[in-house]
Each structure stands twice: as C-alpha cells, then as structure tokens.
C-alpha cells in the first residue's frame, strides 16, 4: 500500500472518529444554576477581580465559550467547570465550601487561575497589583470565621472565653 493511500485513509478514520465524538453527550450540559448567595465581599473591587478571574469556572456565572461545543475539548472544560463548582462555588455560599479557605493562596501559588485557561480568556490575566488586591480581598472577604457555620462550637467557645478574661 503507498504511503499516500495509508495516509488518506488514516485521516479518514481520524476524522470518522472525531465526528462519533460530537455525539457522546457529556460535555454539552452547559448549565448555569440559578444564583443562590454570594460572599459578603470585603470591596466591590474584590468581587470584580474574582468575576474576572474565578467565576467561569467557581460559580453558577459560567460564560461557554465557542469551543465548550466540540468534543473531546467539551469533556475537558466541562470536568473543568465540575471540579471548580464542586470545590468552590461563589454562587452557593450559604453551602459548605470545601477549599474556600485555600483560594488566596491558589492565586498566591499561580495555580489559579489555571495556566492553559490564560490563553483564550485574556479577561482573567491579572497584573501583579490586581492579583496582590484579588488576595487581600478574598483572604479579608473568605476569611471572616462566619462562613456558613463553619466554625466549631469549640472554636466560638474559646473566642468567648477569651471576651470573658
């Protein structure tokens, strides 16, 4: 067989597959619940900043973009969107919140936002003054003990005994 032909008919097999692909329907669920709370935010400066930089993907504020459609990038932005909603949900917090007091330092670290997310959301760049004002604000903002009765009736006991001396 001539490399031409195993070629075509190798590209015609790829392109088979990826057209089966469009059909799985994970990936497509482009749902965006109803808003239930929002945190208190410490300034209206800090809610921007995590609009900006956070909400696509930690909030029922989700913006689809084009390439959300088309498989297997689908199944990606849509774990995505899962993982992050699961982890931390802006929109949801009168819930429990499981990494609420780690988001400062994500963005401290540089995981978040997340580096292949940068290139085609040019919007969540953030200037180094922009990050430093984004953790301030969600280390004032997520940090205030209150969040959804997180904090123990341990916790508040000793705050009050130490009102008391």
Known sequence: MKLATLVRWAGIILLGIFVLMQFVPYGRNHTNPPVRQEP?????????????????????????????NIAPVSWLVQNDVDEGRRKLNFSEWDLPQKEADEA???????????????????????????????????????????????????????HEQEHEH
């Open 104 to 158: 400062a330092e994500q963005v401290q670290k540089g995981k978040m936002p997340p580096w292949f997310y940068l290139p085609l959301h040019a919007q969540a760049r953030l200037s180094q003054p922009e990050k430093q004002a984004l953790m301030g604000g969600l280390q004032t903002t997520l940090g205030r003990g209150k969040q959804h009765g997180e904090q123990s009736g341990e916790a508040v006991g000793e």
């Open 40 to 68: 208190a935010w410490d300034s209206p400066q800090t809610a921007a900043l995590a609009r900006r930089a956070c909400f696509d993907c930690h909030s029922n504020q989700t913006q689809w973009p084009w390439y959300s």
